[in-house]
């Protein structure tokens, strides 16, 4: 069985601070690891994903996140956050033999101006 | 077509009565999947679909949700004598493959209200 945690359910952060979102996981074997964006009124969307090979992924957006396997965490990072960056964050595991994803709770970003 | 798309968009029901929810994935995507979102929580797994069987149905929470998929397309999800509990959104996502990791596209979901 896996599971995921998104420590902190509200983020805010000033425009072109850092974003920081925090995720870790509960897996027996290594798992995929993925974050989603969702926009107000919208589907999920892919920000990036964590499958084999280099640890430290980008993705859309300018957001990247990082593979610990010692820390069993997947942080979702952005040097400078802009407006257009508020939404709910949600962090995602699957295991290498299914399909389904398990979710975060999902972390709210703010953005001041 | 050119995303998941999702019917109705908003359907308001009332206790005891049976809806369903239709999913049209990305036309090619073989493997489609279905996930619950209540109020302020993340994504609860509820179903997945290879082509027209479900290999998996380890999420559905209760014998009142069945679902279905035809011609390797699209899906309906049914919930028979709904429950307030039920209201949530229903969201549907495919993928190319069934291959674990394969970018999952979602659509925009189904906000249902059980009054």
């Known amino acids: 069985a896996q599971s995921v945690t998104q420590l902190g359910s509200h983020v805010s952060v000033s425009e072109g601070a850092l974003v920081l979102l925090r995720c870790n996981y509960s897996s027996s074997v290594p798992p995929y690891l993925f974050w989603y964006v969702q926009y107000p009124n919208q589907g999920l969307q892919l920000l990036l994903k964590y499958t084999t090979g280099a640890t430290l992924v980008k993705g859309i957006n300018g957001f990247e996140a990082e593979f610990k396997k010692s820390e069993t965490s997947f942080h979702l990072t952005k040097p400078s956050a802009h407006m257009s960056d508020a939404a709910e964050y949600f962090c995602?595991?699957?295991?290498?033999?299914?399909?389904?994803?398990?979710f975060g709770d999902g972390t709210t970003l703010t953005v001041k101006p | 077509g050119a995303g998941v798309s999702q019917s109705p968009s908003n359907k308001v029901t009332e206790k005891g009565k049976d809806v369903e929810l239709r999913c049209d994935p990305i036309?090619?995507?073989?493997?489609l999947y279905w996930y619950r979102q209540s109020l302020g929580q993340g994504l609860e797994f509820l179903i997945y679909f290879q082509g027209n069987s479900a290999p998996d149905k380890s999420g559905l929470p209760s014998d009142r949700f069945s679902a279905e998929r035809t011609g390797g397309s699209v899906s309906t999800l049914t919930i028979q004598r709904t429950q307030q509990e039920d209201s949530a959104v229903y969201l549907c996502?495919?993928?190319?493959?069934?291959?674990?990791?394969?970018?999952?596209?979602f659509g925009p979901g189904t906000r249902l209200t059980v009054l």
């Open positions: 996502a495919s993928s190319l493959t069934k291959i674990p990791g394969d970018t999952q596209y």
């Open positions: 036309s090619g995507h073989t493997a």
């Open positions: 995602a595991v699957s295991l290498p033999n299914a399909g389904k994803s398990t």
